[in-house]
């Protein structure tokens, strides 16, 4: 776990996801840990992208086009955050554990 400043967020997320194995990934959550969102490998192109918060969905998308996709996102879920935290992922079963909300 990692707070990360949320300027730079984009980037390592992106760059966090690029270095991940298959079914491994990274979980961004706010300080607070109320909402996520959760980015995991499929394949060498397809990162599935589960947000948790405002809304709920899950989608597919290439890594050609994460960073297009995910700006919004981040925008959306941590409208006024200036830190949030990075969980590492290293199987798809660890998005459905229970954390400590502050």
């Known amino acids: 776990m990692a707070l990360v400043n949320i300027d730079t967020a984009l980037h390592d997320a992106i760059r966090f ?18 909402r996520t969102v959760a980015l995991l490998r499929i394949d060498e192109k397809t990162i599935s992208v589960k947000e948790r918060g ?11 086009d994460l960073a297009k996709f995910l700006k919004p996102i981040l925008k959306r879920e941590f409208p006024r955050s200036r830190k949030v935290r990075f969980f590492k992922i290293t199987s798809p079963d660890e998005l459905n554990r229970i954390r400590q909300k502050i």
């Open 54 to 64: 405002y809304r709920e969905e899950e989608t597919r998308v290439t890594i050609s």
């Open 17 to 34: 996801i690029q270095k991940s194995p298959v079914d491994g990934g990274v979980e961004i959550l706010s300080y607070k840990r109320n």
